[in-house]
């Protein structure tokens, strides 16, 4: 018999989650960030975990890909080394080469699940700073992921897109995001809530509770994560709309990044694949 695979100890620390939509000029740098994959990253101080991620059409969901979304998302171990790695070249050179672009610094509430074999930890206190302010009213995010058992690959996708497509619509949701580690098997969802109640209406009724009890009955994941993370901080714009939440060290200002990426590109479709 083969022998299982060890469990890797539980995962601590905050979450830093970077969304793009590059310029057309810049797709090939963004193909080149996928192939590269998390080496570029492995000396960032503190870093404890990197993903660079694909995207569906139009940043959503779906079995076409997209030329320009793409996502990162690292863990560091304290707060201090998230927002250094956010201001530094690297992030900037997403940033630059962005129609749009969005990034967070998030706290972990709570997680079930593993990524690769590896549970997350509620951050913790020492990894915040002893004088960190949440904000009760600060939106919260959901990350969701899972392996997909190849064989039922196409049983999955059968419910998946509805599922994504009334995300991107439910409200209380501010912003929605399919992401992937590898097409059509490793699937990623990051979203952004205003409230519980709207998350829990979104999970609970329509096309993702009809996914989540399909999903469960056929067994279509290997594995899979479950995180809900407090917004520490944010800044930046996705799908035309402004979006800053700073903290105690504002992450680096983007005022004119969506209106200098309009100039330079002409206006497109949606999705613009």
């Not at 018999?1 to 310029?23: C, I, K, Q, R």
């Not at 927002?83 to 530094?88: E, G, N, V, W």
């Not at 829990?200 to 994941?221: C, R, V, W």
Request: charged residues 15%.
């Amino acid at each position: 018999m083969e022998a299982v695979a060890p469990l890797h100890d539980p995962l601590s620390g905050v979450v830093v989650v970077l969304l793009a939509d590059f310029l057309r000029q810049h797709q090939g740098w963004g193909w080149l960030r996928l192939v590269a994959g998390p080496t570029p990253y492995k000396e960032v101080p503190g870093l404890t975990m990197a993903k660079v991620m694909g995207s569906g059409h139009g940043g959503g969901f779906s079995l076409r890909p997209s030329a320009t979304h793409q996502g990162l998302i690292c863990t560091f171990s304290h707060l201090d080394w998230a927002q250094k790695f956010l201001a530094s070249p690297m992030v900037e050179s997403y940033r630059s080469r962005a129609r749009e672009c969005w990034m967070g610094v998030l706290a972990v509430q709570s997680a079930r699940g593993h990524w690769d074999k590896q549970a997350w930890q509620a951050s913790s206190p020492q990894a915040l700073g002893e004088h960190t302010p949440v904000s009760e009213s600060a939106p919260f995010a959901v990350l969701t992921r899972a392996s997909i058992v190849p064989t039922k690959a196409m049983a999955f996708w059968r419910y998946a897109p509805a599922a994504q497509a009334d995300l991107g619509h439910a409200p209380g949701c501010l912003l929605a995001m399919g992401l992937g580690e590898v097409p059509l098997v490793r699937q990623c969802t990051f979203s952004l809530w205003e409230d519980t109640a709207a998350m829990l209406q979104y999970a609970h009724q329509g096309a993702h509770q009809t996914a989540s009890a399909a999903a469960y009955k056929h067994q279509f994941f290997s594995e899979s994560l479950f995180v809900r993370m407090q917004v520490l901080q944010m800044a930046g714009h996705w799908q035309g709309r402004d979006f800053n939440l700073p903290g105690l060290r504002d992450l680096p200002d983007m005022p004119d990044l969506h209106r200098q990426a309009a100039a330079r590109e002409p206006a497109l479709e949606h999705s613009h694949v």
